[in-house]
Every structure is written in C-alpha cells, then in structure tokens.
C-alpha cells in the first residue's frame, strides 16, 4: 500500500491534481474560504443590499416603514440644500487635496531619491502622523490652530503674515482641513519613493548622453515612469476624499456655517442624528456610485496618460 | 552639488513642518495652565508639568477606555490572523470552480465605501441585540478581511508548493499542511497584518463612536473625542493625554518599521 503511493507520486505531484476531485476533497477549498464567504454575506453584501432597499423606504428607527419609491432620491436633489452644499464641500476639498497631496508627496519622495544621508530619518519622520489616530490628529490640529494660543499662526506672524481665525472663519476652515489631511499622508511618499527607484539608472545615463537637462528628465523619464503609482495614489486619494468624516466631526463638526459640512457627514447627520435610515441609504448609494464613476473614469483614461513599462503585464494583472 | 542642497533645503524644511506638530503637543502637555495662555508661545516650557499625564488621566475613566481598546485590538487580531490566513490558504493553495471570481469580489471589496454599509450594520446589530457592546467591533474579523487576505495570498504564492507536496506524500491533510507548513513560514506576513490590524483597530473612531453609545464601553479614541468636548478641560490635559494614547502606535511604528515602510510600498505598486 505504502510503496505504491510511493510510486504513483514520482511524477511531479501538479500533474496529478487537476484530476476531478471527489466528495471531501471537492468541499476542502470551500472550508478554507467559508469565513470569507460568510463574512462577506453577513457584514458586507447582506448590509449593502438591504442599503438599496432601505433608500426607497421612508424608514425612521421607531414607527412605521413605508415605501415611497425614488422619494429619496428626488428629494435629496430638488428639495434639500443641505444635499447640495454637503457634495459642494467635499468637491471642493478633493479638488484642493488631490493635487496638492500628489504634488507634495512626489516632490518630497523625489529629493529623498537624491541619495541623501539619513533619508531613513526623513522617511520615517513623514510616515510618523500616519501612524496615530485621527481623533489624535483632529486634537492636535486643534490646538495648533488655535485662534488665540495657536502655533501656526504664530509661525505665520514671524514672516509676516497674519493669520486668520482658521478653524471659525468660513473661508479658510477647509483649507484648515486640507492641511491636516496632508500631514496625515506622508505615507504617500514612501510609494512614490518606491516607485521612483523602480526606475533603472540607465534610462537617465542614456538620457543625459543625449544631452537632456534635469526638466526634459523629468517630463520624459520620471513622470512617465511614476504614472502608475499616480494613478494608484489619486484613485485612493479621490476616495477617501469622498469618505472624509472623523475630521469634520472633531475639528469642526462640520461649521462653521457648514462650509466643512462634508457628504460623509450629511449622510451620518441624517442616520444617526434625524434617523432618516432610508433617506440616509439612498444618500450613501448616490455616494456609492459617485465613486464607482470616478474610479471608472480614472481607469478608463488611463490607457492615454499612464505608461506601463515594456508590457502590459502590470495592468492586468491583480490590480 | 546644487541639486543635494535643494534636496537638503527641502528635506529639512519639511521634516520640521511634520514634526512641528508632535512638538507642540509633548510641550504643551508639559506646560502649565498659565504657561499655555502666553503669547509669544513658549517653545519650552520652565518647568517640566509631568503630573499632567497622571491627571488627565484619571480625570476621565480612561483606565476603562484603555481595557477597552485592548480587549477589542487583541481579539481582533487573533480574528484576523486565524481567519484571513485559512481564506488565504484556501485561495492560494487550490484550484476550484469560481475561485478567480470570488478573489475578485475579495478586491473588490476594499473598493466599498463605509458609508453604504454604515446604517444596514447598526440595525443589524441593534437587532442582535449588539449595540453598546464590543461585539460589533470584534466579531466581522473573524470572518476575514480583504486587504490582509490580499496580503497573506500573495505571500502564500511565494512559498514552494513542493513543501506541501513532501507533506502531502507524508500523510498530511490539507489543513495540516496548512497549520504545520504555511502558518509557520508565513510568519513575516502574519507579523505584518498584526501591526495593520492592531494599528488600524487601536484608532477606529467611527466603529466606536457608531456602536457604542455608554460610557463605560467607549474605547480609548472614542473618550479621548469626549474629552475634547468638556469645556473645563485645558489644552494641557487634552495634549497629555493625545500623547498617551498615541504612544503605543508610535512605538509600534518603530518596532515594526522595516516590515511596514517595505510592505506599504510594495503592495500599491504591484
């Protein structure tokens, strides 16, 4: 019995799976994976789901559910102000966020490609505020923007700038905003850094034989080279614009005069505030496919800008 | 020469405006309460107020908060690692019918936002009877999570399948292969999903603050967000105590570094 398996498993084993599992063997795969599935079922599809369903419900958490069909929806675009000005917001951050992350990030992960000394001190030094909490983060900011005591503008009056009241002066509160968040992104750098070194010397050394200067190394070589960590970076970036919340329920709580009222927040004012549920799904779906929208955007006219080095292996593949 | 310079410049520059905001949180948490009302603000304080740490917390229940946030961040880890290590084992170790699709799904899941499974979540646990539990927060990860069984896959891919194959003609099943083989020479991933899932768990605020309601429930972010908004807490109290709970990530951080700063890289480009 035993020498004969023996014999029957010289050949590389591979050859002998693909053969028809039988009874047992045909459930093992889905044992292993049924926590996922599970999971996946309970906290994730089942919830979503009934978020749909839910959105064409007028559902309050006490009383009576009644169906009012796209009710929700028509509301939430032709009779709530608060809809409009919530998804203003949260553009408006994105737009101020997105490029200036992107721009930031890429800039500091390209000095430290310079072969400076201690750039383990530096990386380390950018990744730090990632690192904590956001409630950390919204309580340090706080303080740093403090009207009266806070730090930042005193660094501002010593170049001369006065500062204004950041955190409860409706012009600057989001910009306030903007700087927070990107203080806790500095981990950004640290994958652009990644794909900076990707990039193999001989493609600069050929370049400089040619007689490129520093910017057309720059436009040709390095930006081309990155765009896919670009991409990455302002796909994830767009989204969690879309989801920002904890920052504008802790640093604002969303004033004043709801100029950092983001979407996220309006959708959580009307759940767990106005225990709207079924006005608040079908705030989150429209949520939803705005986000589906821009990732298909971003992809579909990636083709043009993003340049995948020699073949097209990496698009493919596991993204 | 110029172009180091600039890299220098730069470099320097920036490290100050990211670590600007550190330092005013330790010194002020330093500071008396007089001290903290000057202006110009004072960069050191005169006397170092190192009973502001002990203070601030027992003002609060934080000693609560702080069983709390623990019970959550380790059961959750254990969660995680026994449940997304078997999904994983399952996806990268297998051939079965529907397996590519479902690891799509798996992906695509790390693309839903929050928001829109936000409110179905809390009804349905309300309806168990969860809120104002830790459950809500510890229960989902046992059953796995995308982004760390994306991870513990890929890192599966990279062991030899002849290993299971010896093992296999040993006698060994699938899931002894995958206790005695896989779970052991996988330990770098296990240790990084640890240090992902511990610091993400550690500074969940919007799990808690949507589960939890009592008090005596809250974790470690959810009191500190409390804290904040009692008018006769001082800027001083506040700070020494976003110092202490921030502590622990932090030394994570620099425990952990190599595998984190590595692995965060590697995985957006692949």
Known sequence: ?319 | MIRKTIAYASLIFFSFLFLAPFYWMISTALKSDDEILQYPPKWIPDVLHWENFGNAWMSQPFHLYLENSLTVTILTTIGQLISSSLVAYGFARFTFKGRDFLFMVVLATMMIPWEVTMIPLYMEFNYLGWINTLKPLIVPSFFGSAFYIFLMRQFILTIPRELDEAARIDGAGSFQIYARIIMPLMMPALILVSVFNILGTWNDYLGPLIFLNDQSQYTLTLGLAQFKGMYEVEATGLMAVTFLISLPPLLLFFLAQRYIVDNSAGVAIK
């Open chain 1, 1 to 319: 019995m035993n020498t004969e398996s023996v014999v029957t498993h010289k050949q590389p084993a591979m050859t002998v799976q693909p053969k028809k599992l039988k009874g047992r063997a045909f459930l093992t795969p889905y044992l292993f994976i049924l926590p996922w599935i599970l999971g996946f079922l309970a906290f994730t599809l089942g919830p979503m789901l009934f978020s749909l369903v839910m959105s064409f419900f007028d559902w309050p958490v006490v009383g009576e559910v009644t169906f009012v069909g796209l009710d929700n929806y028509i509301n939430m675009f032709t009779d709530d102000p608060l809809f409009w000005q919530s998804l203003w917001v949260t553009i408006k951050f994105a737009l101020l966020f997105v490029p200036l992350n992107l721009f930031i990030a890429l800039f500091l992960a390209m000095m430290l490609n310079q072969k400076v000394k201690g750039s383990g001190f530096f990386r380390t030094v950018f990744y730090l505020p990632s690192v904590i909490s956001g409630v950390a983060l919204a309580m340090i900011w706080a303080w740093v923007y403090d009207g009266e005591y806070g730090i930042f503008n005193y660094l501002l009056s010593l170049v001369g700038i006065t500062g204004p009241d950041w955190l409860n002066d409706t012009s600057w509160a989001l910009v306030a905003m903007v700087i927070a968040s990107l203080w806790g992104q500095g981990s950004m750098v640290l994958i652009f850094l990644a794909g900076l070194k990707s990039i193999p010397e001989s493609l600069y050394e050929a370049a400089s034989i040619d007689g490129a200067g520093a910017v057309q190394k720059f436009f040709r070589i390095t930006l081309p080279m990155v765009s896919p960590t670009i991409l990455f970076n302002l796909i994830m970036t767009i989204i969690s614009a879309f989801q920002q919340l904890s920052l504008a329920l802790l640093l604002t709580g969303g004033g004043p005069l709801q100029s950092t009222y983001f979407y996220a927040m309006y959708a959580y004012d009307n759940a767990f505030k106005y225990f709207k549920m079924g006005y608040a799904s079908a705030n989150s779906w429209f949520m939803f496919v705005i986000i589906l929208v821009l990732t298909f955007l971003v992809f579909k006219t990636s083709g043009k800008w993003v340049y995948y080095e020699g073949d097209n292996r990496r698009g493919g593949e596991e993204a």
